[in-house]
């Protein structure tokens, strides 16, 4: 069974970068899609993108211009960068392996605050 | 974008009575080719991430009990809990994968009456 970690920090100045970064262990990130969703406090879920181990990405319009979702196959890890944050993106960060573009297995989240 | 509508925001029931979930598609998730519905739908718990329930709107995730159960076609879906449990208090999400971007519903919490 395929388990997923999210690290990074967790407090992240305005107008900076997010940088996160999941783990897979038990599998190898070399056979599905992968995903980055996120929940701002006592919200709903927000899609992020999708990242496929080749590289080959689609991101939510709403973020694009901000985002970057790569793979490192080598680590078994795939990242987020998330440009000019402002407090709107202070949320939980998941990442998911994706299935036919639903979500069978996420990791536990990480929370990530934009405060100066 | 596709646009999930959940209702209700919230309800509350007694245990080993019906919850019944509903969700509804700005338009239709149902691909005709294939017939499936690209719908989903999620669990979650306080403090923990979102669980998978269903998927194709109707398929149940492997060790998920079977008093889960989704239901609908095209536009409008339900979510059925059979027999509530006391573990079963949560919030329940539906999600589409017919296009991108990926949308989810609001959430609906359920919780013991």
């Known amino acids: 069974q395929v388990q997923l970690q999210e690290s990074g920090p967790g407090l992240v100045k305005p107008s900076e970068t997010l940088s996160l970064t999941c783990s897979v262990s038990?599998?190898?990130?070399?056979?599905?899609?992968w995903s980055w969703i996120r929940q701002p406090p006592g919200k709903g879920l927000e899609w992020i993108g999708f990242i496929y181990y080749s590289g080959s990405t689609n991101y939510n319009p709403s973020l694009k211009s901000r985002v970057t979702i790569s793979v490192d196959t080598s680590k078994n890890q795939f990242s987020l960068e998330l440009r000019s944050v402002t407090a709107a993106d202070t949320a939980i960060y998941y990442c998911?392996?994706?299935?036919?573009?639903?979500?069978?297995?996420w990791g536990q989240g990480t929370p990530v605050t934009v405060s100066s | 974008d596709i646009v999930m509508t959940q209702s209700p925001d919230s309800l509350a029931v007694s245990l080993g009575e019906r919850a019944t979930i509903n969700c509804k598609s700005s338009q239709s998730v149902l691909y005709s080719p294939n017939n499936k519905n690209y719908l989903a739908w999620y669990q979650q718990k306080p403090g923990q991430p979102p669980k998978l329930l269903i998927y194709w709107a109707s398929a149940r995730e492997s060790g998920v009990p079977d008093r889960f159960i989704g239901s609908g076609s095209g536009t409008d879906f339900t979510l059925t809990i059979s027999s509530l449990q006391a573990e079963d208090v949560a919030i329940y999400y539906c999600?589409?994968?017919?296009?991108?971007?990926?949308?989810f519903g609001g959430g609906t919490k359920v919780e013991i009456k």
């Open positions: 999600q589409q994968y017919f296009d991108t971007p990926i949308t």
């Open positions: 038990g599998g190898s990130i070399d056979t599905y899609y």
């Open positions: 998911a392996r994706v299935y036919t573009e639903y979500f069978p297995q």
